[in-house]
């Protein structure tokens, strides 16, 4: 029985965590909006990096398209943390159904932006990984595995009164 009430209960502070998380990310990067887009227009232009005839075709020097790009990452985490602020104030609310679903939702959406576009895009396709000054790896790495660790733990199951594991889908 303490299971069945332990386990939503931290669900609702993993999930509350994360949304606080990247709402300060998002939230920063809207109020400082230079110092990420820098980030993100030298990781785009790759030129920091070694500079290999075979790579840098792939570098997006346009101005615009940087831009663009940066703006894209800012509304997508701005998405991201309003979806996860729902979670958890459906966590709290013990609409746990809804709120593994909406959970679910907002975890992905960062382990998509955090593990396909800055480890994957980033990382390897504009050959993050090999510059000193803008390499953003390990804190992608981190935050796609927190996520990924809080999706594992919102969809553990719950032990239910009589010792049968349920899908903690009750209230």
Do not use: C
């Amino acid at each position: 029985m303490a299971a069945a009430r332990a386990l939503p209960l931290t669900a609702t502070l993993l999930t509350g965590t994360v949304a606080l998380y990247i709402t300060l990310v998002a939230f920063g990067n809207i109020t400082d909006f230079g110092t990420n887009q820098q980030f993100v227009q030298h990781v785009l232009a790759m030129d920091t990096t070694f500079k290999d005839d075979d790579l840098m075709w792939r570098a997006v020097e346009s101005k615009g398209l940087q831009d663009a790009a940066y703006i894209a990452i800012i509304v997508w985490e701005t998405i991201a943390a309003l979806v996860l602020i729902l979670g958890t104030f459906q966590w709290l609310r013990h609409d746990h159904l809804r709120a593994r679903r909406t959970s679910t939702l907002g975890l992905l959406m960062l382990m998509l932006l955090f593990g396909a576009g800055f480890l994957a895009i980033g990382g390897e396709w504009f050959a993050m990984w090999q510059s000193e000054d803008w390499n953003g790896l390990d804190a992608a790495m981190r935050v796609f595995l927190l996520s990924g660790v809080v999706l594992v733990v919102i969809h553990l199951p719950v032990e239910r009164a009589g010792g049968s594991s349920g899908s903690g889908a009750e209230g």
